[in-house]
């Protein structure tokens, strides 16, 4: 995944840009740090994903605060990107957010985020997938906050009931165990219409987001077409179908509602679980291994960003510093579920939720099939504009069965190399 | 005018007596209006007090235009000048790293073939058979529900109003909600279709248009003719589609709603009509319908000039059902969320900006045929 490179030809237009403001984005690191490290007030942004997260968000802010003489003030925002970006463009950006992909590339090309990935702590020390996804022409700006990998959600009654014993391993025991499940109202797979969920198939089957040197997209391979063509398939014998097809908003919606026997869904499902449906028996298992016997799943994650030109950097990054800690990650990760950026924190966390067997009857499910996800997985494509071209696949994925997928990937391409091309 | 030339033509032959009487209360009206209008011109001219009254008049109003400046036309400047830059949203818009690059953002919609028109292309398609759709319907239905109520026999009036009136007051995000709840793929109006042996379809994701399931029950599919041209980024087989299934729930929703305030309008403008009219022509012998077509119909029309002119205008803006219902859902997009889905979703609020400035274009520019169109039919 050399991202950076694909990043730089991307961005070219843009580094003039920031060469005539002054802040080039190379030297962005040598930035001297603004402010105090005691006695000060911190703004921090955050994009929750129910109580647990900003508990334990405000939690941590105080820790902090406690310990280091200063006070942080957590604003959770109710639609993130739209306020993040007012405060930046206002001027008065927070002093610490969650840097999410999507707005990654421009925040770095507009020289608004601190070059802090190595303030923080020793690059190394984080998943070198995740590190990536925040180096941009070859500096490393943010740490990972924590990852999201995807994985199979089996309900364990449903399971039982239809005779099933071993999870399934590969494409044809997914889709014989799906015809197995489906019965009742009940379907046997249920995903989001979604490349986010989709794209797993892909990289199962041996193919990418972006080709081998990371200077183009690569949808229209034929491993993607196979792919998508296999789920198509499954969605024809009615064995799969879209959460939209069984009125939920998401994967886990349906999982939980007892619509779906089987979901596709990141480790954010957990918490929704714990806290929405805390009857439903599940278990988690790595998604199947494609024909070539080749594993695959995407990771989603986020940084800790740092705004460039608060005045407040060097508490900023004081604070960074704590949040990214190993015992802060596994805080985190033991309150909401998400998976530490650390494989040394993420092992221990997974060590500590993996005794849990399959039919044990237990509302916490293993974790260990989210971790092992980290090591294969496809991160998402941070290109500036993709969300658009990306909804554009996806709103055509509500209808599974009917889809043309060689069609369908080569318009996707067609619309993302436009990006590239502007 | 039409009215008080025949009404004078009919004098003569003492013919169609209600007519006659008609015409006189329409003359009486703009007699009445007339002189007003005299008055008002014959303050232009202006002397030492009057450019006294004239500054006095300028600094009582100076808060509100001060407001206006700072609000309405600077940001509306501002947002003019971005539509032809590359700013992306998270540095000053007029900080120097903000490029202008000409009219690219316009090509990028009107002219380059690729997502950006075929998006516009589509919303400018979804939201012009939304508004051909519902500005008549809300309309029609409000001017109808206003007679109904102001029917000096109708009993329990003050509760028929609520009722109309209801939906207008109503949060239109918990209406959407609701409606979502109704047209969801296993909702009340599939479980009813259902019990007739109908299988509804998924109402809110279907993209296809009503006109063209019409045509395929006909055995038309895919008209070379009409698919090998195109428009925007759309060929002209989907710009025949007619409504999605998507927007024809957004149009239900909205005549709903709406027509419980323009009844008001009416309601207001009917209770302005002398009783008087309609009695006289009564007992002239008009019936019903030709008292409601040639005496009230013609009373009410600045009220439905406005009222048109307020649809229309709304109609093209609609947003809030839109982002509530599907985001980034191909069956229900429209230019209003286009212009939300680049600024803040891709960070392209130069685009984003040029798809406002093109909605804000093709208003003034359908009002203003609107308003000519209706001047004339009105007046016929």
Redesign the interface.
Known sequence: MKRWQFKTIAGLSAAAAMLATGVPAATASKVPLTGKLHGVTLTFMIASSGTAETNADKAAAAAWGKATGNKVNVINASNFQLQLTEGFAGGSPPDVFYGQTGMFENLVKNGELLASGSLVGPPGAFYPSLRQEFTYNGTFYCVPKDSSTLALEINVADWKAAGLTNPPTTWAQLEADAKALTKNGVTGLVISPSLDRVGAFFAENGGSYMNAKGTNFAFNTPQNVAALGFLKKMAQQGVLKTSAQVDSGWGGEAFGTGKAAMTIEGNWIIGAMQSTYPKINYEVVPLPAGPSGKHGTLVFTNCWGIAANGKNTAAAVSFVKYLASPAQQLRFANAFGVMPSRPAVARQWAASHSATPVASGTQTPSVSAFVQGDAYALPQVATLGFPTVQSAFDSQLTSLASIDPAALLQQLQTNAEALLHP | MAQVSEGEGTRDTGALPARVAVAEAARTAQDRRAPARERLGQRKPTGRLRKGENLFGWLFVSPSVAVLLLFLFIPILLALYVSFTNW??????L?????TVGLANYK?LLNQP??YQ??FGTAIRNNLYFVVFTVPLQTGLALLLAVVVNNKFLKAKGFFRTVAYFPSVTSSIAITVVFMFLF????VINTLLGFVGIQGP?WL?D?RGVFTLIYNAFGVNNPAALVNHQFLGLNLWGWVAGPSLGMCVIIIMLVWTTSGTFMLFFLAALQQISEDLDEASEIDGATPWQRFRRVTLPMLRPTLVLVLLLGFISTWQVFDQVFLIG????ATITPAYYSY??S?????FGAGAAVAFLLFCLIVFLTVLQRKFIREDLTR
């Open positions: 992306s949203g998270v540095t000053n818009p900080s120097s790293s903000v490029k990028l690729g997502l075929q998006n969801q793929g296993t909702g998924n994701f993209t985001p980034d859902n191909p889905q680049l803040f979703q891709d960070s392209n």
